[in-house]
């Protein structure tokens, strides 16, 4: 710090010096030198320094000599590191910290690195130069630490000071002027010059004052001198560099004359010549441009024969390509020409012309391909014509056009429909059509065979319709298809042009892109000479482009001269327009013709053509447009279904001529849906609600024929014919349908007693073997309409309930007394009526699963109600069996209320229990099986154990081995022998034991 307080300040570099030097600056009038200061104490006792506002913060440069915060001993360091401190001061850490808290050798960190010398190497080359400078600048300039110059250079300012204070200041005033009478009073103060003083004093004075003023001019003089004097070096360096400076400006000012004179001559000789041979090729180049420009302008002259020519021949897109490039080269090439100046327009307004040409065109076509005659074999009416009008309806974005072919689908559906009656009622000899004018009412009146073969013909003419349509629109997409995929391709190839020029371009190939550049503008410019192509069809551009893409790189002489002959011949056209013919003009024909499918699409440009997005959605709407034309033919056959349906007629179809109506509508269905691709509803629909009608025709017959059976029945077994056991048998193959009726003539077999389904007798009424052939009747029908499964299976369902509902109210309830006229409710009844229940329970499982099989997944939901027709069967059975213990529980409750246990034995009340049994046992062992027989008579069994219990408590009674015990034993053998010599109740377990009251 000490060292560098005492060192010179760095002087500063001179700005006119070119030597590189730090020149000394001037000295200042007067000069005040800084006493040496001594470090500052680490830890002053009271602020020093002078204070500044400028910034209340710390700074090293400005705050190096006063004090801070940062100077204070508010830190433990600094109070342990003070140097000043004789000894530590241990009674103030040890008071707090405690005796050994004592001073240690701190380790050094290991984060510090170890500075070394070579860590100043960079800043000493750094400043090695300036150092050098500045021991130059030293030996030049006198130093100003040494006493003996510091004292020579201040002893002679200060008596140059000195001198020139003896002058007074008004002679050093900017504004020093004599005319002033202020400063000219100042300067000879004519108070000294008075009258009333004395000559001699004047003259005094006087010299006084010129000696003054002498001495004045001196001091300054002598001033000037000095300062002359010691910058001596510098006036003679500026007058010798301004002589050096005026000898080179003479020796430019020669260089300059000679290169001038070289520049003349090489001017002439290098430049002229050249110069005119680029002005001359330039005039011979606007020329030929004029003379392509006259002979384009003679092209487009022959435009509108050309476009009237091609649109008589209806070659539309021909004529719009030339009308789209004839309004290009008008914009383009030919701006501002004053002849054309209407020709736009008038192409415009041909343009519009042709606009409305192709519409009607169109609706032309689509009726006429519509309308004609279903004997023809082609598919698709003149293909090339149709390919045409959707090219040039595409391309003048008239894509509204499918929706004009819609509307001609709707009327010619109505056509055919129409002509369908018509051909057909002209057949029928019975229908007057001169009383009977409405299609409508033609139709009612014809028979259903003729109905139907009527339907039938509508059917397949619709068919022949959607085959033509798919045809027509097929083709219509395929036009689309490749336009799209021909803008697809054009985009990528401009794309790959433009990497390929950019990669030329990267690459340094700028002399290979120019030679390339000027073919190209030599094609433009003959491809616009295409307009005079004028007798080249449509048919000649396609062998054209054939022949270009067989012989890309082949062109013959003779062809073109022919063409161009040719279209000489048709056309007439001069000479001019002739010889604008080249090769590029057939190129642009065939690019014209390729935009027809089978590289129908190549020639145009993005801008004219539909955007992507645009073709697709025609696309989308030619597939559309098919799906719509299968919903119009199935509307249209569906009024013809509602027309006919109107007088009930459909419903009171029988099973099998609604079965072939409802096979040839399916078969109709699934093969426009086979064509179209689409699943249409409306034909269906229709059909379903013909088929609900249908059914609950079907259905309400059955059940009201149910419903006279089994008011007429009197619930005795039948004899099962063998045509009944046949249908069993039949449907234990698995064939749930009606067998099929057998011939007159066949012998007739013998009815049998029981009906055996799976090796089990079912001894049944007669109505519930039709009921049989009902419910298969009902899955005869869902085999032949799968539409109605879910409809036959709710009514099928009605049909069982109605059988076990009404078989409960008549059995059951009593309700055959008053309807059939029965005395009594017999045994033999109910177990009858149960056993006819257990062969339909049987047949329900089967039933089920064959609903399954013509139900979908979702519908499966439907099948739960054979689950509570099942149990509502098997609950009716279970009453059934219970009523027959009951009959048996209060006839014993009434025999054996009146029991005496006395002799003679067997008493009277066992013998005519014994003979119930039997009775019992003869009803119902014939018309239940064995296994429910056994369970029926343990359930009586177990009535009469109970009421007999009963009775010998009441009688007290008991086993104890006494007479009255005997007695009851003897009984009880009596009614043991009596049941189980019942046939199939040998074995069965009586348990006669529980009748006695256990010991307590």
């Known amino acids: 710090m000490a060292s560098s307080h005492g060192s010179s300040p760095v002087p500063h570099s001179s700005r006119g010096s070119s030597d590189g030097f730090y020149r000394k600056g001037p000295e200042p009038s007067s000069r005040h030198y800084r006493s040496v200061c001594s470090l500052p104490d680490v830890c002053p006792k009271e602020p020093t320094g002078e204070a500044r506002g400028l910034c209340d913060g710390p700074s090293v440069v400005a705050d190096q000599h006063r004090w801070t915060i940062y100077s204070s001993k508010v830190n433990l360091p600094a109070a342990l590191n003070d140097p000043r401190l004789a000894k530590r001061e241990s009674d103030f850490f040890t008071k707090t910290w405690g005796l050994d808290f004592v001073e240690t050798e701190v380790m050094p960190s290991f984060y510090l690195p170890n500075i070394t010398k070579e860590h100043f190497t960079p800043y000493l080359q750094e400043t090695s130069q300036k150092e050098k400078i500045h021991e130059r600048c030293k030996a030049i300039c006198p130093n100003k630490d040494d006493p003996d110059s510091v004292s020579s250079i201040t002893h002679n300012h200060e008596k140059a000071r000195d001198e020139l204070e003896q002058v007074p200041k008004i002679f050093m005033k900017p504004d020093f002027a004599l005319n002033d009478p202020v400063t000219f009073n100042a300067v000879l103060p004519w108070s000294h010059f008075s009258v009333a003083s004395g000559k001699n004093r004047d003259g005094a004075s006087s010299r006084l004052l010129q000696e003054k003023l002498s001495h004045y001019l001196d001091v300054v003089e002598v001033c000037i001198a000095r300062q002359i004097s010691l910058r001596s070096e510098a006036f003679f360096h500026a007058m010798s560099s301004q002589h050096e400076l005026q000898d080179r400006l003479q020796e430019t000012a020669h260089a300059v004359t000679s290169l001038r004179g070289r520049m003349a001559s090489m001017e002439r000789v290098m430049c002229e010549g050249p110069l005119r041979a680029l002005q001359q090729t330039r005039t011979r180049a606007n020329c030929v441009r004029l003379h392509d420009k006259l002979k384009l302008m003679a092209a487009v002259h022959q435009t509108q024969p050309t476009v009237q020519l091609l649109l008589s021949t209806s070659e539309f897109v021909g004529a719009l390509e030339l009308i789209a490039t ?519 499982p089967i039933i089920r699963a064959h609903f399954e099989t013509k139900l979908q997944p979702k519908q499966y939901s439907v099948l739960r109600h054979f689950d509570h027709i099942t149990k509502d069967y098997n609950d009716h059975i279970a009453e059934i069996s219970a009523k027959l213990v009951a009959i048996m529980d209060s006839l014993f409750e009434k025999v054996l209320s009146k029991y005496e246990v006395k002799a003679p034995m067997p008493s009277a009340c066992f013998r005519n229990i014994c003979k119930q049994m039997a009775k019992m046992h003869e009803a119902i062992s014939d018309l239940l099986p064995e296994e429910q027989t056994q369970t029926l008579f343990l359930k009586i069994n177990a009535s009469f154990k109970m009421h007999l219990k009963r009775q010998l408590a009441k009688l007290g009674v008991i086993n104890d081995g006494g007479p009255q015990h005997g007695l009851v034993v003897v009984d009880v053998a009596f009614y043991t022998e009596n049941v189980q010599v019942l046939r199939s109740l040998e074995r069965l377990d009586l348990n006669m034991a529980a009748i006695w009251e256990q010991k307590r």
């Open 326 to 844: 004839t309004k290009e080269v008008l914009q383009q090439e030919l701006q501002g020409i004053h002849s054309f100046r209407h020709l736009g327009s008038q192409l415009c307004e041909m343009e519009r012309l042709i606009d409305k040409m192709m519409v009607a065109d169109f609706i032309t076509y689509a009726k006429s391909d519509l309308n004609r005659p279903f004997e023809e074999d082609s598919q698709v009416l003149e293909k090339d014509r149709l390919q045409s009008l959707v090219f040039g309806l595409l391309r003048q974005r008239k894509l509204d056009f499918l929706d004009i072919y819609s509307e001609e689908i709707i009327q010619a559906a109505k056509g055919i429909v129409r002509q369908c009656v018509l051909q057909t009622v002209s057949q029928i000899d019975e229908i007057d059509t001169d009383v009977v004018m409405k299609l409508p009412d033609q139709m009612r009146l014809m028979a259903f065979c003729q109905w139907f073969e009527l339907l039938q013909d509508i059917f397949e003419h619709f068919l022949l319709f959607l085959k033509r349509i798919k045809a027509t629109l097929s083709v219509i997409r395929a036009v689309v298809l490749e336009v799209l995929d021909s803008s697809q391709r054009s985009r990528l190839t401009a794309e790959g042009r433009e990497r390929a020029g950019m990669g030329a371009a990267g690459g340094g190939g700028g002399g290979d892109q120019e030679e390339e550049e000027e073919p190209l503008d030599g094609r433009v410019g003959a491809e616009l000479a295409y307009l005079t192509h004028e007798g080249l069809f449509i048919s000649d551009a396609i062998n054209d482009a054939e022949q270009q893409q067989q012989q890309p790189d082949v062109r013959s002489s003779s062809s073109s001269s022919a063409q161009a002959q040719a279209r000489r011949d048709v056309c007439g056209s001069d000479s001019a327009s002739a010889t604008t013919e080249s090769s590029s003009s057939r190129e642009h024909a065939a690019n014209t013709a390729s935009t027809l499918p089978g590289g129908l699409a190549t020639g145009l440009s993005e801008d004219v053509m539909p955007s992507d997005l645009e073709l697709g959605r025609v696309a989308n709407n030619a597939q559309e447009l098919l799906y719509t034309a299968s919903d119009v033919s199935h509307d249209r056959c569906v009024k013809v279904l509602i027309t006919r349906a109107k007088d009930g007629s459909l419903e009171r179809l029988s099973s099998a001529e609604f079965v072939r109506l409802s096979q040839a509508v399916e078969g109709f269905v699934r093969d426009t849906e086979e064509l179209c691709g689409r699943r249409s509803v409306s034909l269906r629909g229709a059909l379903q609600s013909q088929a609900n009608r249908f059914v609950h025709r079907f259905h309400e017959e059955r059940k009201t024929k149910l419903s006279l059976l089994m008011d007429n029945e009197r619930w005795k077994q039948a004899d099962v014919p063998a045509e009944f056991q046949d249908l069993v048998n039949s449907i234990a193959d698995g064939r749930i349908t009606l067998p099929d009726r057998k011939p007159l003539g066949t012998e007739e077999r013998k009815p049998s007693d029981y009906l055996t389904v799976d090796g089990q007798r079912y001894a049944v009424v007669g109505t519930v073997l039709l009921l049989i052939r009902m419910f298969l009747e009902y899955c005869q029908c869902v085999n032949d309409i799968p539409s109605i499964a879910t409809d036959m299976l709710t009514r099928l369902s009605d049909l069982l309930k109605h059988f076990n509902s009404r078989s409960c109210q008549l059995v059951l309830g009593a309700g055959a007394l008053q309807v059939v006229g029965l005395k009594t409710i017999t045994t033999k009844n109910l177990a009858l009526a149960s056993r006819c229940l257990q062969l339909v329970v049987h047949y329900i």
